[in-house]
């Protein structure tokens, strides 16, 4: 004799994360289908809403009238209860998916049979029809948190509740995660305080001064005898040719863009290949005599 399924009473939030799950699922396969016809001719967009009811007749048929849950039902271990007809989960399904249809459908049909005065009537039925549904669901959705069953007003009023097929489990809360994201958000913004305030080109010049074993030696002054020769014509930073060529003391050209950008960060900055350095000497332009 085979063994039946356990039918113990769900939690709130796995009903919940059905409905939800539910809802993403018809989602996905809605942009699917949205984008198949965008592909199609301009009239095949006219009969979006008839596409969309049988994509949730499709759902329906191959989820609850087979196996007596939707897909999101299925994947948290739920169900309608045995004892639920199959007559009241197809008048279930009908309300639903028929109820959205024709609140999509009637006022494009009773402007296409130009019944002005019968559209703007419907117009005014489905806003209140849809203002009313509204209180009575959140009123109802306050009744399920406090107590539970069915997750819908629809649901509620045909007698229909899920139950889950697995016996509950006891839960134990740790907060192990929440610990560890907020001391991540806390080092992230600590990082986002303190790092605009380093400087990185005086800490790149100390790490070349400290660790580097080829460090150019500095020279305090230069004559004025040395001259630029052909070997130092390219920028010493960029290592291209200069553009808007200045020095700052030294025998070696720089883009003005460069020296400047370098200067106004590390007012010590010093000459990547001489090692010069006087933060007293301003950027001079390269004059050519």
Known sequence: MAQREVE????????LDSTELDHEIFSLLKNQLNSIITNL??????????LQTFLKIALWMLSVERTSATFGQQLLRLKYTRHTPSRTLSVLGILQIG?????????????????????DLSHKIIDWGEFVTNIISILYFVKFLRKGGAPTFLEYLLGVKPVSTVPPSSRNIGYSFMTRDLIWHGLIEFLVLVIPMINYHALKRRFKKYLMYNTPVKKDEFSHQEMITKYNLKCAVCKDFPILPHHMGCNHLFCYYCLLSHRLADNKFECPI??????EVPILP???K
């Open 99 to 119: 109820a959205s249809y024709l609140k999509q459908r009637l006022p494009s049909f009773l402007s296409f049979c130009q019944f002005q005065s019968a559209s």
């Open 41 to 50: 001719p301009l009239e095949f967009t006219y009969f979006e809403p008839e």
């Open 8 to 15: 113990v009473t769900p939690t709130r939030i796995a009903v």
């Open 286 to 288: 390269l004059s050519l």
């Open 274 to 279: 001489c090692g010069y350095t006087n933060p």
